[in-house]
């Protein structure tokens, strides 16, 4: 019966001891996410938008941005800063600028819908 609650007397303890170291490492590992990510130079390319929630007001009546999340490279990545906002749909292709950090993560900072193109037999508008 001792052993038994050695065992778990020595368990409890181990665990509270990872918890807590945890709690100590892992903050500390910010900033070198946040230098990984300023450090990367900026580069677009376009991806699919998988999810969007348009932007909302919480219930305090505070604005909330809109989000979204798109597929690049076969990732799915969340986007920083949703641009074109009433424009964008789930399953559509938009530009984005995102960076690539030293250690291979990739950060979407933009997403923005692609430009509409005149059709092709429609004039250019005039210039003043």
């Known amino acids: 019966m001792q052993k038994a609650s050695r065992a778990a007397r020595f368990a409890f303890w ?3 001891t990872l ?11 910010r900033p070198l996410l946040k230098r990984d990510r300023v450090d990367a130079p900026p580069r677009w390319g376009f991806a699919t938008v ?3 929630v348009p932007p909302t007001q919480d219930a ?4 909330v941005p809109p989000q979204a999340s798109v597929r690049f490279l076969g990732r799915i990545l969340g986007v ?3 641009l074109g906002v009433g424009e964008i749909r789930v399953g559509q292709t938009v530009r984005i600028h995102y960076r690539v950090g ?3 993560r990739i950060y979407v900072d933009t ?3 692609l430009p509409v193109l005149p059709a092709s ?3 250019p508008p005039a210039t003043p």
Do not use: D, H, M, W
């Open 14 to 16: 181990a665990s509270a």
């Open 19 to 29: 918890v807590i170291a945890l709690f100590i490492v892992v903050p500390g590992l």
């Open 50 to 52: 998988v999810i969007y």
């Open 60 to 63: 305090n009546g505070v604005p």
């Open 80 to 82: 920083k800063e949703v």
């Open 102 to 104: 030293r250690s291979g």
């Open 111 to 113: 997403a923005q819908p």
């Open 121 to 123: 037999g429609a004039k």
